[in-house]
């Protein structure tokens, strides 16, 4: 049985969590594979709203197992407060819970060299969520990191010890003031939680429970854009988010891949620095920021918001080979007259309809189609046939557009404000 992926076509915040929740009645596994807990997957369902940042987004449903994966790294404070939250709405975790061994683990230390990389860049800086993300990946790639399986072991504390005496001389050497003493006893408080769970060699048990015909969804965290690779360098996260990280971050092998479903909001947002053409600093920009609720929730930050950009879509569809998109958030566009959408790009002289290399300095200048709005409030719509003409037309203009069909719609947080328009 081959695994699909679900991941975000833009700069991550698409509403990854709540999709997932909807599709795992149809699944067994759910497994993240990559990030960490900058993540902030948000689902809401009979009246409780909770964010996951570590946990995949699966663990509301009965008799679904949850993975996280070996690319994924962790932070056990965070992941902590997650299952005490999860606790609390009597969820079970020990029972549908799995670790991989191989996952990373973010120490205190990481989170202040975090800070302290951020403070050093000024206005270079990237806009980091401060959680210690990129100095875990980093330690991962020069071979020094802690990791989930080390906790088994006698000489954990030995390799801890190492790890951060090399953080410590970092520290030293940037002038960076820190107090690592409270931190280190919720660090320590948080392992021995981590204790009582189950680890597990996570690419053996995938790839079992794909022998036996188990149906697994693959969980992306953060969006395409902000891939260490493909996404608008240096202003991206650092780990794979498109659907190859998902080979890498459990294990599967390429041609055990299926459907990649891609969710993309109805106009752009992004969190943090970065290029963003079709950003708007203006009046509509705010309303669109009120209307969606645009804010983090990781950070709380106000997300920059702008019209929907076709070039960058495309190019995320292109390196993901998305199968089937999902439209989130078209009822934030309700009351628009017109709506605006970024067709291609003015550099100088030169119109272009792809993401080029120099995205981040090139003067990019959006060039716009305009679309009629809708007046309808979108919360209440159940059923396809009950769109307003405008969105069909909207939604049929980017089917065409990308070459690629508009599954689902989501129109509002809810797990019941989702239009499945096709099978």
């Known amino acids: ?31 993240r594979f990559q990030g960490g807990p900058n ?12 964010v996951l940042h570590t ?3 699966g663990v ?30 009597n969820v079970d975790i020990s029972s549908i819970l799995h670790i991989s061994r191989k996952a990373h683990i973010i120490i205190p ?28 990946y980093m330690d991962k790639t020069g071979r020094n990191g802690l990791r989930v399986g080390y906790i088994e072991d006698e000489d954990f504390m030995r390799r801890y010890d190492k790890l951060k005496s090399k953080h410590e001389e970092l520290l030293e050497q940037m002038n960076f003031e820190y107090s690592l003493d409270e931190e280190e006893k919720k660090f320590f408080e948080a392992i021995g939680l981590m204790r009582t769970l189950s680890f597990t060699d996570s690419e053996h048990m995938l ?37 190859a990280g998902a080979c890498t971050g459990l294990g599967i092998a390429p041609g055990n891949i299926g459907r990649v479903f891609g969710i993309f909001k109805a106009y ?55 199968t089937d998109l999902i439209m989130t958030k078209p009822d934030v566009l309700s009351g628009f007259d017109k709506i605006k959408v970024c067709t291609s790009y003015k550099i100088g002289s030169k119109t272009i309809d792809y993401m080029p290399f120099d995205f981040v300095n090139a003067p990019i200048e959006p060039v716009y189609e305009e679309l009629p709005g809708w007046k309808t409030d979108l919360t ?36 019941s404000q989702t239009i499945i328009r096709k099978k």
């Open 207 to 243: 790839n079992r429970l794909m022998k036996q015909g188990k149906k697994i969804l693959a969980e992306g965290a953060q969006g395409s854009l902000l891939d260490i690779d493909f996404g608008s360098y240096p202003f991206v996260t650092s780990s794979n988010t498109i659907s």
């Open 268 to 322: 752009c947002t992004r969190v943090g620095s970065g290029p963003f053409p079709t950003e708007l600093n203006d009046d509509t920009g705010e309303q669109l920021r009120k209307a969606g609720n645009e804010f983090g929730a990781t950070t709380g930050r106000p997300r920059r918001c702008g019209w929907i950009d076709i070039p960058a879509l495309r190019y995320a569809i292109m390196i993901n080979g998305v």
């Open 39 to 50: 993540a902030g997957h948000t689902l809401e369902f009979e009246g409780i709203k909770h």
């Open 55 to 57: 946990i995949p987004s």
């Open 109 to 136: 230390t990481h989170r202040i060299l975090d800070a302290a990389s951020e403070a050093q860049k000024g206005k270079e800086k990237i806009g980091s969520t401060l959680r210690g993300i990129g100095p875990t």
């Open 380 to 415: 209440e719509v159940r059923e396809e046939s009950n769109f307003p003409a405008e969105l069909s037309n909207y939604i049929s203009y980017l089917e065409k557009t990308l070459e690629v069909p508009v599954s689902v719609v989501s129109v509002g947080p809810d797990r």
């Open 60 to 89: 509301f449903r009965k008799n679904c197992i949850n993975i996280v994966g070996n690319g994924v790294v962790i932070d056990p404070i965070t992941l902590k407060k997650e299952i005490e939250s999860l606790q609390k709405l």
């Open 1 to 31: 049985m081959p695994v699909d992926v679900l991941l975000g076509l833009q700069w991550g915040d698409e509403g990854k969590g709540k999709i997932v929740d909807v599709f795992t009645p149809e699944y067994d596994v759910v497994a």
